[in-house]
């Protein structure tokens, strides 16, 4: 297999036009995807990421700009030579777009009669795949009779039935709730380390990147706006834009006008850092959200404090903060 990334977007544009209006989806995007990687793409709704997603297997064609899929650019193959790349990228989405009038069974094997094959011969395949989603006991029944959980796992049995070398995932968890999202995301993670197949996974959620991704870019209005590993851009996000996103929604618009954010990058977790502001500037501090973790001995992660109301009491801690190489930054709307 070779080391070439498995996707390569170079310059990649495309531009909507809506009632005589240009509209620029994506604006000049560079991305290099390495093979056997799970990759997140995350942004705000709008900001382009299902267009995103469709410009790698060209569902959607880039107005201008290269997409590359193992090392061959698309825009230049011929008709069947694209039918041939794109059954190697299979796709998922948030509600699993299954065909409602077959079967568990029959919806699997789907894409492999679409390829010529009759159902007798995709049958053995599509019931492997089935028992590799764990849903060989539900092989007759129709979606309508399955649970969110259950039908995201046939999409993704159908999605691999072709043995794609990608799976493109469009919120595939967002229909979910929180149990259900982190079994199929342990599904995902599992087709990945057994099956090598590298994975694109396009969120709105910092927690789908945080539980299996192992890079992410971050899009905003059309703009990669940061890029790098997974613990790279949620503990030291750049942006203003990119801090707003790696907190949970509920904070991200927070009405508390003293807020401030406490990064930690790899100071010892057994320091009691909050303890030792409240001790030293006695002064009280709120935590209003923290998500610091442990890495070999060493904390990594990020608070966010809501300080004194009182604009010396604020001061000091902030001096303090100073004085003792903390990062304590206010947090701004953006
Ligand atoms: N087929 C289309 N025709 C016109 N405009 C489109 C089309 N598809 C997307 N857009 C516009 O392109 C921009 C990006 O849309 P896109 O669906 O890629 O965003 P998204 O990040 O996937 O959002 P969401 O999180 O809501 O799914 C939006 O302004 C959208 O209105
Ligand atoms: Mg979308």
Redesign the pocket.
Known sequence: MSDDPIIRLVNLRKT?N?KGKE?A?LADINLTINRGDIFGII??????????V?CINLL?RPTSGSVFFEGADLCLLSPAELRKARRSMGMIFQQFNLLMQRTALENVRFPLELAGQSAREANPRALELLEIVGLASRKDAYPAQLSGGQKQRVAIARALTTNPAVLLC??ATSALDPATTDSILSLIKEINAKMGVTVVV?T?EMSVIDKICDHVAI?SK?VIIEEGSTEQVFFHPATEAARKLVLPEALQNLPHPNAYRLIFNGRSSFEPVVSNIVLNCGCPVNILYADTRDIGGQAFGQMVLELPEDPKSRERILNYARTHSLVLEEMKNV
């Not at 942004?43 to 995103?52: E, F, Q, V, Y």
């Open positions: 909507f809506i509209i989806a942004g705000k709704s709008g900001a382009g990421k299902s267009t995103l469709r959607e469009d919120e396009i709105h899009i059309g």
